[in-house]
């Protein structure tokens, strides 16, 4: 079993590490030369100026902010099953539902509210909607307000919200 | 006492008051910015007044509105002792402060036949009144640590005190070895004796002289000053934030400040004693006074290259991405600082050609004296700079391995080197 066995190096033990000196002198090479290339031109530095520069790298499959997805005639795609309020983890989604008179379907919903600060945006509604009526492909990642109730998101604001990648309407209904 | 005296006492003191205090927000911003960019971050560089962020300066300035504006808060378990409570950082704060005050910042003036020193303080042993004055800074510690009531502020105090009991052997006997080889405890005396040369080359400045007590110097101040790698009174993996938890808001900034200025006065000893001072190398005062004209012509010729160099750098740096689409007022703040730094070089340069065309020695004198002031706090801010830069490089010690190191190495070491100067100074004097 000799063969297995592997002996590892032990550092520190040698005069130039105890000295400590030259590692100190190696360490600050390292700092030294980020300081002064950032130092020389910050733009080198790969920072995302926030506010003024909004992040670039939001993917099609980010779960951002909800939206309520229309029919290709403007109308409502939701059919107020409640599906995903019964999927929803957080039980952050609050539907009332109501007939619809103009002919396309039975249903649809009178309010539709998410509050948002209950939501952990795990997307799990959005798996469940059979009419691809709600998605969180708005790339929204910010929500701002000024009381907890800005937060609790209506029908007409999450219809008024818009896909970011392209696809507008919803799939399921046409 | 003359007129001349009395305004040279005045500006010594507020000149001392002003490099001690006013680098305090100055150099909590080089400290951010530094770790910024070290870490490849930005650091502060948002907060402005109209626009105007001098790099991020302003953000100190906010940050010390937002202490002072702070509930002043006094945890209840304490119950004796209050008074000495708020007042231990100040102790800390004020010997940090006082022993800066007997640092030379430009040589004896000569006015009338009156010598006259440039330091707030106008002693001849300024070494002894910095070693007694810069040891008082850990009462404060002490105070704080002991009546928090607190097992960290205590663990922190105590760390604090017997890192300071065992630094301060080494940087005594470091400190007495320099006073052998100046042969004077005056710091003033001690510039003037590294001004000269030795073996006809090198300027003889004490990291030349005595290298080992130097470095011994260094590390004691770095720990004498709290500064990483030897943090470990404030361990906050440890400790929590050592002796100051239970302290807030101005309470908390007095001992922040401190810890400050304590760095900036250990700058400001390490480089009067090892580098020389407010000295150039190989430039005595007498030379500087004799080939004034000469010194001036090399300045008229520098100071615009400087602002040339620096309104490049503020262009370049003092902007935006492309891809962002407001500077908020960045420009607009290059343009005006540039206008500034244009007619502050001309202004200087007309001053430094009136004194070349019509010489008079007491003008030349007082121009000596600021230059050697300015070459003072750009010696100073690059010694700070150092300080901040090992920070960022070094991790913290563990607590045996600083006592081992303080004991073990520094203090034999020390020993030695005072005992191999002893020798050389007494075998060359004889």
């Not at chain 1, 396309?104 to 009419?131: H, N, R």
């Not at chain 2, 401190?258 to 005062?285: D, H, K, R």
Request: one cysteine or more; proline letters at 4%.
């Amino acid at each position: 079993m000799s063969h297995n066995i592997i002996t590892t190096p032990r550092y520190g033990n040698s005069f130039k590490d105890k000295l400590y000196l030259p590692a100190i002198y190696e360490g600050c090479k390292v700092t030294f030369k980020h300081f002064f290339t950032n130092l020389n031109d910050s733009n080198t530095v790969d920072t995302l100026e926030y506010p003024e520069e909004q992040p670039r790298d939001i993917t099609s499959r980010y779960r951002g902010l909800h939206r309520l997805t229309h029919r290709p005639d403007d109308t409502i795609a939701c059919v107020a099953c409640f599906m995903c309020a019964t999927a929803c983890p957080s039980d952050c989604i609050f539907i009332e539902a109501t007939e619809r008179d103009d002919n396309k379907d039975e249903k649809m919903p009178k309010s539709f509210k998410i509050d948002t600060l209950e939501c952990i945006f795990c997307g799990y509604c959005v798996e469940a909607c059979p009419c691809d009526a709600i998605r969180m492909d708005t790339g929204i990642f910010s929500l701002t307000g000024n009381s907890r109730e800005d937060f609790v998101l209506n029908k007409e604001q999450l219809l008024s919200n818009k896909g970011a990648f392209g696809e507008e309407i919803s799939c399921a209904r046409d | 006492m003359s007129m001349a005296s009395i305004i040279v006492a005045l500006v010594a003191f507020v000149l001392g008051a002003l490099l001690a205090l006013l680098t305090i927000p100055v150099l909590v911003w080089l400290e951010r910015r530094t770790a910024g960019l070290v870490q490849d971050r930005l650091g502060p560089n948002r907060t402005n007044i109209f626009g105007f962020r001098l790099g991020g300066v302003v953000q100190s300035f906010a940050d010390v509105v937002k202490l002072l504006i702070k509930e002043e808060y006094y945890p209840s378990h304490i119950k004796m002792g209050k008074l000495i409570f708020m007042i231990a950082p100040i102790i800390t704060f004020v010997a940090a402060l006082l022993a800066f005050m007997v640092i030379p910042f430009a040589d004896t003036l000569v006015i009338d036949g009156e010598a006259l020193r440039m330091q707030p303080l106008p002693v001849e042993y300024g070494v002894f009144w910095y070693l007694a004055i810069g040891a008082v800074g850990v009462i404060g510690v002490i105070f704080g640590g002991w009546l928090s009531h607190n097992k960290y502020s205590l663990l922190g105090a105590m760390r604090a005190t017997s890192m300071v009991v065992s630094y301060e052997l080494p940087l005594g006997l470091a400190i007495i070895s320099f006073i052998v080889t100046y042969n004077t405890v005056d710091f003033n005396a001690m510039v003037a004796w590294q001004s000269s040369t030795f073996f006809g080359f090198l300027p003889s400045w004490g990291i030349l002289v005595q290298p080992l007590a130097s470095i011994i110097l260094i590390i004691a101040l770095f720990a004498e000053t709290n500064r990483n790698p030897f943090t470990v009174a404030e361990g906050e993996s440890e400790i929590v934030a050592g002796f100051m938890t239970e302290y807030s808001a101005m309470k908390f900034a007095m001992y922040f400040m401190a810890e400050y200025v304590a760095m900036n006065t250990a700058s400001a000893v390490i480089i009067t004693m090892i580098f020389g001072g407010y000295q150039l190398p190989y430039v005595s005062t007498e030379m500087l006074i004799d080939n004034f004209s000469s010194f001036a012509y090399v300045l008229i010729l520098i100071i615009p290259a400087f602002v040339y160099w620096m309104i490049m750098f503020m262009r370049k740096n003092n902007a935006v991405r492309p891809s962002v689409s407001t500077d908020s007022g960045r420009i607009f703040e290059t343009k005006v600082i540039s206008i500034f730094l244009v007619v502050l070089a001309v202004v200087v340069d007309a001053i430094l050609l009136y004194l070349i065309l019509s010489p008079n020695a007491l003008a030349t004198q007082i121009a000596v004296t600021m230059i050697q002031v300015i070459i003072f706090v750009i010696k100073l801010m690059a010694f700070n700079m150092f300080f901040i830069l090992i920070r960022w490089t070094l991790p913290r010690f563990r607590y045996d391995q600083v006592q081992t190191l303080g004991w073990k190495y520094l203090l034999p070491l020390s020993l030695f080197n005072l005992f191999v100067t002893a020798i050389v100074v007494v075998g060359v004097n004889s």
